[in-house]
C-alpha cells in the first residue's frame, strides 16, 4: 500500500525550513510594517534636526528626557534652599541666610522637639524638622549637612575628572611604556580597597575642613573613568582627522586636548555624573563611621551618624538628612541618564508633539513611504 502526497496546506510542508507558509507571511508582514514604521521615525527625526549643531541637538534630547529633568530641577531646589536658607560660612565668606536658626545655635526645646511641619493643614513653623535632645534645629543641621555634601560632591567630581581623562588620554594616545606604567598605576588603585583608603585620608583630612576632604576624595575615584577616556581615544587616534591634524603638523598636545578629547565629551560627562553620586555616598558612609566631616561642622553622614541610636525614639533625626542623600544620589544619577541618552546616536527619544501626531497619522493611513513624507 502507498501514501499518498500530503496535503501542504494543512502541514509545515511546502517551505524550505519547514514553516507554515501562513505563519511565514505574517511575519514578513509584521516585519516589513516594523521596518517601515522604523524607519518613518527616522525620517522625521532626521527632518526635526536637519541644520542643528551637535550641541543643540543633544540638548534638545535632554530637554525631552522627563526623569532627568525633573531631577534636575528637582536637584536644583535642594541646591537653592540649602545654600539660601543657612548663608554661606566657607573660605572666610560668612552670609547669613533667610533662616532664622543657624545649624550652631542651641535654642529652647519646644514640644520636646517634635516637628512642627504639617501637610493637611500645611503649616511649617519654626522647628519643620523638628529639634534633637540639645536643641539644635534640624533644618538648619539638614541644610548646613547638604551644603557640605554638595561641595564634597562638586569638587570631587571635578578633581576626578581633571585626573581621570588626563591620564586616560595620555595613556591612549601614547601608548608603549606610557600606557603600561600608568594603566598598572591605575591597576594598583583600583585593587586597594575604596572604603579603606577613605577612612585614612578622612582620619588625617577631617580636621583640615571637607574641602581638603573632597580632593582627597577626587583623588581615589577617577579610575574607571580613566580606562573608559583610555579606551575612547584608543579608538580615535586611528582615525582620519588625527592623521591630517598630525599632517599639518599639530602638536601632540594639541591633538590630544583640541580634536581627540571633544569627541570624547559623552563619556565623560555621562561617567563623571555617575561618579559624583557615588562620592556622595562614599562621604556619607566615611563620615557616619567618624573619618569624614568632624563637629562642630556636620554634613548628611555625621548627622545620621551622631542620632543613629534615636531612630525609635525621635525618628525624625535620621529621616530628614537620610531623604536628602537619597534625593541627591538619585537626581544626579537620573541626569547621568539622561545625558547618556542625549548623547547616544541611536537612541530616537523625544520626538515633539506635533512630529508623534505626524507618525501616529503616518501609520495609521498605511505607512508610507519614508522618502516621500518629507517632501
Not at 591620564?167 to 585593587?191: E, K
Not at 583623588?219 to 592623521?243: D, I
Amino acid at each position: 500500500m502507498t501514501l499518498g502526497q500530503l496535503n501542504p496546506g494543512g502541514t509545515d510542508a511546502g517551505t524550505p525550513g519547514g514553516e507554515d507558509p501562513r505563519n511565514l507571511a505574517n511575519s514578513q508582514a509584521a516585519g516589513t510594517i516594523d521596518s517601515a514604521t522604523t524607519n518613518l521615525e527616522t525620517t522625521i527625526e532626521m527632518r526635526e534636526i536637519e541644520g542643528l549643531s551637535l550641541g543643540r541637538i543633544v540638548l534638545r534630547r535632554f530637554l525631552r528626557h522627563r526623569a532627568a529633568m525633573i531631577s534636575l530641577i528637582l536637584l536644583l531646589i535642594v541646591v537653592i534652599v540649602a545654600f539660601s536658607s543657612e548663608g554661606i560660612d566657607a573660605f572666610g565668606l560668612k552670609l547669613r541666610g533667610w533662616w532664622m536658626w543657624n545649624y550652631a545655635e542651641v535654642p529652647t526645646v519646644i514640644n520636646g522637639g517634635t516637628p512642627t511641619l504639617s501637610l493637611f493643614p500645611f503649616q511649617i513653623g519654626i522647628h519643620p524638622f523638628g529639634q534633637d535632645t540639645v536643641g539644635h534645629d534640624m533644618f538648619a543641621q539638614v541644610m548646613r549637612g547638604t551644603q557640605q555634601s554638595l561641595m564634597i560632591v562638586f569638587v570631587a567630581g571635578i578633581v576626578s575628572t581633571f585626573i581621570g581623562v588626563t591620564l586616560g588620554a595620555i595613556a591612549g594616545y601614547f601608548g608603549g611604556w606610557i600606557d603600561a606604567v600608568l594603566m598598572r598605576g591605575t591597576d594598583i588603585v583600583i585593587i586597594v580597597p575604596l572604603y579603606l583608603i577613605a577612612a585614612i585620608v578622612g582620619r588625617g583630612a577631617g580636621n583640615a575642613g571637607s574641602f581638603v576632604l573632597a580632593i582627597f576624595l577626587g583623588a581615589l575615584v577617577w579610575t574607571t573613568l580613566a580606562r573608559l577616556v583610555r579606551g575612547e581615544v584608543l579608538a580615535l587616534r586611528e582615525r582620519e582627522f588625527v592623521e591630517a591634524a598630525k599632517v599639518a603638523g599639530a602638536s601632540d598636545f594639541r591633538i590630544v586636548f583640541r580634536h581627540i578629547l571633544p569627541n570624547t565629551v559623552g563619556v565623560i560627562v555621562v561617567s563623571a555624573t555617575l561618579v559624583m553620586s557615588a562620592i556622595i555616598l562614599t562621604e556619607a558612609a566615611i563620615s557616619f563611621l567618624g573619618f569624614g566631616v568632624r563637629s562642630p561642622d556636620t554634613s548628611l553622614g555625621l548627622i545620621i551618624s551622631q542620632y543613629q541610636s534615636a531612630f525609635s525614639t525621635r525618628p525624625w533625626l535620621f529621616w530628614w538628612p537620610g531623604l536628602f542623600i537619597v534625593t541627591i544620589a538619585l537626581t544626579i544619577n537620573f541626569i547621568g541618564d539622561g545625558l547618556r541618552d542625549a548623547f547616544d546616536p541611536r537612541q530616537r527619544r523625544g520626538l515633539t508633539r506635533r512630529a508623534r501626531a505626524e507618525r501616529a497619522l503616518a501609520v495609521a493611513q498605511g505607512t508610507p513611504d519614508p522618502v516621500g513624507s518629507t517632501k
